[in-house]
Nanobody, 114 residues
Framework: HVQLVESGGGSVQAGGSLRLSCVAS????????MAWFRQAPGKEREGVAV???????SYADSMKGRFTASRDNAKNTVYLQMNSLKSEDSALYYC?????????WGQGTQVTVS
């Protein structure tokens, strides 16, 4: 069955880095657009980064220059490298997969920046 499993979250000091991973299974990952979203307590979910099936990327303005999304199709894995982390980056980070809209979602990995 379809699974997206995120990992790599944790607690880090402001200015630090984390790399999130999301392993996909149960669907034709290479044909899907992948995205990272996040949601902080009391806030709406927001888009972080998108990486299309051809590897092209786009980012929310507040993440540009600090976050980098990549994918390894041989490993069915998408990554989010996060540098220069700020306290406002603290959230539950999810990966999602879709072609027209995002239909597969992971459970999320928590990132806490203090």
């Amino acid at each position: 069955h379809v699974q997206l499993v995120e990992s790599g979250g944790g607690s880090v000091q402001a200015g630090g880095s984390l790399r999130l991973s999301c392993v996909a299974s149960g669907f034709s990952y290479v044909n899907y657009c992948m995205a990272w979203f996040r949601q902080a307590p009391g806030k709406e979910r927001e888009g972080v980064a998108v990486i299309d099936s051809d590897g092209s990327t786009s980012y929310a303005d507040s993440m540009k220059g600090r976050f980098t999304a990549s994918r390894d199709n041989a490993k069915n894995t998408v990554y989010l490298q996060m540098n220069s982390l700020k306290s406002e980056d603290s959230a539950l980070y999810y990966c999602a997969a879709g072609q027209v809209k995002y239909i597969h979602w992971g459970q999320g990995t928590q990132v806490t920046v203090s």
